[in-house]
């Protein structure tokens, strides 16, 4: 079955550090990758995908995740953190041929201190 | 982007209550879900609807039900609401990119069982 692991629960980082948030899925074929955002007592933005092409991919507010088929990773990551990107950020992989369906990792929180 | 609506946001109820979370969409979107996260863990899905009167239980088994009469409305309904069924829930649609569908999350309900 499909599953997706993040390993951070929790992340404090200084305003303007370098961000890393790690994800690691189990697919057996090509996956759909996700990373969505949670701000408390929002729902869920998406942040950006990855479903082909380019290992590298772009998302909003300067967020950017590169897929690692040989880690079967997919990690976020930012060069310099804002105090407006504390939230609850999940990583999710696409269930079906077309992404119907998402299972989700557990997310990670990040605090970020001025 | 898609319009998804939640109401109400929060919600507290006695046990025995019947209940029912309110969940619309304004993008003519096929597919929609209703999640279920608890503090600290990853969404769960629910119910999923493929379309009118097409409805199926999710991965995590729930006492709710839902009905999709219309595209736009995806109502969730407790018969007797009890404190394990306090929860966040959180609806959500999705779109055919050409490539996957993508989901579009509504703002959730936050559900308090006393």
């Known amino acids: 079955a499909q599953s997706v692991t993040q390993p951070d629960i929790h992340i404090t980082v200084s305003e303007g550090a370098s961000l890393e948030l790690r994800c690691n899925y189990s697919?057996?074929?090509?996956?759909?990758l996700f990373w969505y955002v949670q701000s408390p007592g929002q729902g869920l933005q998406l942040l950006l995908k990855?479903?082909?092409?380019?290992?590298l991919v772009q998302g909003i507010k300067g967020f950017e995740a590169e897929f690692k088929r040989s880690q079967s990773s997919f990690n976020l990551r930012k060069p310099s953190v804002h105090w407006s990107d504390a939230a609850e950020y999940f990583c999710?992989?696409?269930?079906?041929?077309?992404?119907?369906?998402?299972?989700f990792g557990t997310g990670t929180r990040l605090q970020v201190t001025l | 982007e898609a319009d998804i609506y939640q109401t109400p946001r929060y919600l507290v109820i006695g046990t025995g209550k019947k209940i029912t979370l309110e969940c619309s969409q304004t993008?003519?979107?096929?597919?929609m879900y209703w999640y279920q996260q608890d503090p600290g863990m990853e969404l769960h899905l629910i119910h999923y609807?493929?379309?009118?009167?097409?409805?199926e239980k999710g991965d995590l088994s729930s006492e709710s039900t839902v009905s999709r009469i219309r595209t736009e409305h995806f109502p969730l309904t407790l018969e007797s609401a009890r404190p394990s069924h306090t929860s966040q829930y959180l609806c959500?649609?999705?779109?055919?990119?050409?490539?996957?569908?993508?989901?579009?999350f509504g703002p959730g309900t936050r559900l308090t069982v006393t």
């Open positions: 959500a649609s999705s779109q055919w990119t050409g490539h996957y569908y993508e989901q579009y």
């Open positions: 697919y057996g074929a090509t996956p759909y």
């Open positions: 990855y479903f082909s092409g380019d290992t």
């Open positions: 999710a992989v696409g269930v079906t041929g077309t992404a119907s369906k998402l299972t």
């Open positions: 993008m003519g979107h096929d597919k």
């Open positions: 609807s493929y379309g009118v009167n097409s409805t």
